[in-house]
T-cell receptor
Framework: NAGVTQTPKFQVLKTGQSMTLQCAQD?????MSWYRQDPGMGLRLIHY???????DQGEVPNGYNVSRSTTEDFPLRLLSAAPSQTSVYFC?????????FGEGSWLTVV | SQQGEEDPQALSIQEGENATMNCSYK?????LQWYRQNSGRGLVHLIL?????REKHSGRLRVTLDTSKKSSSLLITASRAADTASYFC?????????????FGQGTILTVHP
């Protein structure tokens, strides 16, 4: 049972490039979400989904897109990377109140 | 905006001592959770306390909640070097979080052997 799997683990992007962070869960959870973690800022919610085909914005959605075509997958797309998007990104899934996190994706935008 | 403020930001203790971390929040909540994050890893759920509960225990963890003061505390008793990690409180306003939690900034706990 892998839980929540994120790829890639590390990525360096140039300003203006686009990329997709992949997230998959094998627990058949309805709810999935993406957070970013910055030093001294805790985790902030980017986007979340309550089921396949349903997504909504979190606290810091600008510059990111998501889609949820299947229960298992919830990719996060950076449309045009900016240095301010340098961060650690965590995907998470849940069914009730306990959230299960992936191991994180370290993204640097230069 | 960050819902929770945690105190202290960093805590350094010796193995065997107790560690207490505090969390304050701003709006009404349905439940409050504590998570642990080891360096370079994802967050792991520790314990959840509901708004109608005042205290909860899980192994060496004791969590209290004071809704009148909008605050919670996490006590780790008889700490071990393996407890070294960052600890975050997180709140949910609704009955089900739907994966949406508001996190505090965290307390970095270092336990020296």
């Amino acid at each position: 049972n892998a839980g929540v799997t994120q790829t890639p683990k590390f990525q360096v992007l140039k300003t203006g490039q686009s990329m997709t962070l992949q997230c998959a869960q094998d627990m058949n959870h309805e709810y999935m979400s993406w957070y970013r973690q910055d030093p001294g800022m805790g985790l902030r919610l980017i986007h979340y989904s309550v089921g396949a085909g349903i997504t909504d914005q979190g606290e810091v959605p600008n510059g990111y897109n998501v889609s949820r075509s299947t229960t298992e997958d919830f990719p996060l797309r950076l449309l045009s990377a900016a240095p301010s998007q340098t961060s650690v990104y965590f995907c998470a899934s849940s069914q009730g109140n306990t959230i299960y996190f992936g191991e994180g994706s370290w993204l640097t935008v230069v | 905006s960050q819902q929770g403020e945690e105190d202290p930001q960093a805590l350094s203790i010796q193995e065997g001592e107790n560690a207490t971390m505090n969390c304050s929040y701003k709006t009404s909540i349905n439940n409050l959770q504590w998570y642990r994050q080891n360096s370079g890893r994802g967050l792991v759920h520790l314990i959840l306390i509901r708004s109608n509960e005042r205290e909860k225990h899980s192994g060496r963890l004791r969590v209290t909640l004071d809704t009148s003061k909008k605050s919670s505390s996490l006590l780790i008793t008889a700490s071990r070097a393996a407890d070294t990690a960052s600890y975050f409180c997180a709140t949910s306003p609704g009955g089900t979080s739907y994966g949406k939690l508001t996190f505090g900034q965290g307390t970095i706990l270092t336990v020296h052997p």
